[in-house]
């Protein structure tokens, strides 16, 4: 799971629709033979009672990564709206009338929002038409630049003894939003999306924006630039998903729509893994927030299937489906369906097994992998946090490796939804890294929550080495994923949820041959740029991007990082956690450094900083840095 931590403090308060929309905020009105007594307490503004009625039993004793009422104080009307309109809330806010959305983010922001997103443009348009894109090797397009996931790039444009004069080059600033996924470059353009569902196309050199598109919903995943078939006019398509399980195709000149597909009807289901091309083929990861709705004893838990799906480039159409569960069935109480008081509701199973992380292509063998995450239910489920194998050609599972088996979570455990004997939540994050060796056999390497490493053959998913590197937690361990080169992999640990004295935060390096541990370097001591120093942690919780020298781990204090590959040595340090001049004119902050890591292209690195919707500190900047600012 990838939202938030169980709590038993985390009380369902939303209602279904009838009893939502009957929301009545009555004047108070008082008897004749009171008028003379002390005047009660005026009452709460409609907003506040909103808020206390259906969201504090979660924000105002928030566990693990449920986000504070403070926290949530600090995103924008439009990110606040966005998520309980068609965001990771839409659930819970089934029902709310669009109005009570606003009294809920106009008390909280301080402004109401219009029910209809702002489109204003962007500040600083560039001059002219972009030049032809065309694909080149020092691309970093998708999650990583390769299709392995190795999240290395060898063609950085700079070395790592140059990184002492490694500066900041410019800032944008994110409209309305907190930094959510990770940035791409391809051919001298970059393209990103926020957590408001706006996706921007900039000139990577200075940062003018070329185009922006409103998604339909939140945007968190990498993107991958393609080139279409031939029937398509061979244009260049920006490719992506949001948070309402919606694949986009843009052209990627002029932002113009080519199509768009809703791929899983599940109320839940959303795309938070970036999607793969080969060929005319797109391979998108289904999650979902089913774990979260799970929070209402009355929602009918749990029916969502993690998937791998492939479409059809041109058109968007589904050529096959690689469910990770077998179809959810009604259960008996006596199948263990939860815990949950009896209440009437019909409860389901299997379920879970979602795909977070972007696919690992293996073009020579025809095949994909993905890591899975946990059960919702008690049903036996045997590729929940798994490595699976899929046949590229017709979506056919080829082998499955369970790594925890009994990983049964939700977030209503435990009070309500909760399988009997949850699970520890230590699910996979990370995407899988293929990894050549150079006498050519493979292996992958599969990075956990639990905070264990493992590396597999490829063949049937055998584990050749396995190392723990942490306790883990729900929040890792491993969260998002690690970086190989041509003979370590380097870890970054995070271990954010566990008590000072369990955690071990840290970046290690082990030898891909053997699992053996070469060096390790642990976090140093939160150094917070914000005031509430209750909410600074050093974990490292970003995914890693390695290039030859250097290995770039970032913290959730804000600070990134880059390392010696050979001793783990500091190499250079940079506080994102800051206030910008951005070249689009807004106002710019800096924050947490969570999620898409560092991204290496053409002699500049690039980075968001503020993913700090549930721990740590919000922000919306996007930062670039060159070579002496050059």
Sequence with gaps: MHYADSSNACRPRFKRAAALLAVVLPAVVLPAASWSEAAPPAAAPPGEQLFEQHCAGCHDAPVGRIPSREQLRRHSPAEVFQALRAGVMREQAKGLAVYQMQLITGYLTGEEPGEVRAAEPESNPCKGAPAPLDLTGSDWNGWARDAGNA?????????AAD??????????????S???GQPVVVAGRLFTGSSTGRVYALDARSGCTYFTFDADSSVRTAMVVAIMPAGAAHRRAVIFGDDAAHVYALDAASGELLWKVKVDVHPVARISGAPKVLGTRIYVPISSLEELAATDPKYPCCTFAGKVMALDLATGRTLWT??????????????????AAPNGTQHFGPAGSSVWNSPTIDEARGRLYVATGNSYTNVKTATSDSVVAIKLADGAILWSSQLTPDDNFTVGCPTVNCPR????DVDFGASVILHRAPRGRSVLLASQKSGEVYALDTERGRVLWKVRLSEGSPLGGIEWGSAADEAALYVPISDALLPPAKAAPGLSALSIASGKLKWRVNAPTPACAWDEQSNCRHAFQQAATVMPGAVFAGALDGHLRAYATNNGTLLWDYDTARSYQAVNALPTEGGSLDLGGAVIAEGMLFINSGYGRLIGKPGNALLAFSIDAR
């Excluded at 999240?151 to 070395?159: D, K, L, S, V």
């Excluded at 990184?163 to 309305?176: C, D, E, I, N, S």
């Excluded at 569960?325 to 199948?335: C, G, M, R, Y």
């Design 151 to 159: 999240r290395y790039q060898p063609h950085p444009g700079f070395t």
């Design 421 to 424: 004997n949850p699970g520890p």
């Design 178 to 180: 907190y930094t959510y």
């Design 163 to 176: 990184l002492p004069r490694l500066q900041l080059k410019w800032a944008y600033g994110y409209h309305g």
């Design 322 to 339: 690689a469910r990770m569960t077998a179809e959810a069935k009604p259960l008996a109480d006596e199948d263990g369906a939860s815990n």
